[in-house]
């Protein structure tokens, strides 16, 4: 199982659109769009995540312009956006919303920002305490009848989480978006330390990746380069492995690291987030080659990164 529509791996956009403010964006911001969604294309890249809150609807706006600029890209592609995070404002905080009107609105807005019709996949980004499920049911069904979604999933949830919602839905959840990296392991350590002392201090709902891959629900994973921990210029024992393995491989730093996500058996399709194009461009043997890990150099890659022996 892999992500949207069978993707090996996935582009994720919140780099793009300039500032993290309700400022408009700039020409410059559709140049830096441009240069990062080609980028992305020439590595075989043909799957884009999104969200309404990104960048504050800005990275939607910028790849609207790309896509617009590209006659027949739209028709290319797989493009995924989340909706249920409200940003804070002048006179409140931040919040979780899955209210059923606020979906459908999001997702129309969304639509209109991204100069499309039709969303590929609508992921529930966070979820909200004060959500009912058959509102979600009633938005989400609505949302499908019309043809303005073609298929959903959830981000950050629990297998009970989803387990509850998907009870109430006529659409199946097809996708669970989790961090997930060799520097973000605990969804990997929570399995390991089951019936030991260790198990207290991990908070990953344990279960919840054998719950998706059980019931086909594919697993991408966000935060995938573990924002350059491993394959920046500050030298660490896990990031000297990961060199080494490179170049043994004839591939990047960055390759590997996403290989180790994409060698578990739970079919992981990694959410690529970096902007710049070089970055990008390093990836391309995550997209057309198959992890070339062996059973040991997966587990030393595991190791070195936690810096301590297995639990």
Sequence with gaps: MTGAAGSRVLYG?????????DSAYTAADIGHAEAAVGAALDAGITAFDHAD?????????????????????RERITLQTKCGIRLPGSER???????GPGIVRRVEES??????????????????????????????GS???????????????????????QAQLDV????????????HRDWVEGGVTVNTAAASENGFPHGTVEYCSANGIGLQAWGALARGRFTGSKP???????????ESKGTTPETIVLWW????????????????????TACRDAVSREPELTHEEWYDLWTSARGAPLP
Aim: charged share 20%; proline share 7%.
């Design 261 to 280: 996500l994409q060698r578990h058996p739970a079919g992981i399709a990694p959410v690529i987030g970096t902007s710049r194009p070089e970055r990008i």
């Design 111 to 140: 639509l209109a920002r991204l100069r499309t019709d039709t969303l590929d996949v609508l992921l529930l980004h966070r979820p909200d305490p004060l959500a009912r499920p058959d509102e979600i049911a009633e938005a989400l």
């Design 236 to 246: 660490t024992p896990a990031g000297e492995l990961i060199g080494a393995l490179a």
């Design 93 to 99: 905080r931040g919040l979780y919303d899955l209210r």
């Design 53 to 73: 809150i990104y960048r504050y609807g800005k990275s939607e706006a910028v790849f609207g312009e790309v896509l617009a600029a590209s006659p027949g890209l």
């Design 172 to 183: 199946p959840l097809v996708v669970n978006q989790l961090e997930m990296s060799l520097g």
């Design 143 to 165: 949302l499908h009848r019309q043809g303005l979604v073609k298929q959903f999933g959830v981000s950050n949830m629990s297998a009970a989480q989803i387990a509850h919602l």
């Design 13 to 21: 956009c919140m780099g793009l659109g300039g500032s993290w403010d």
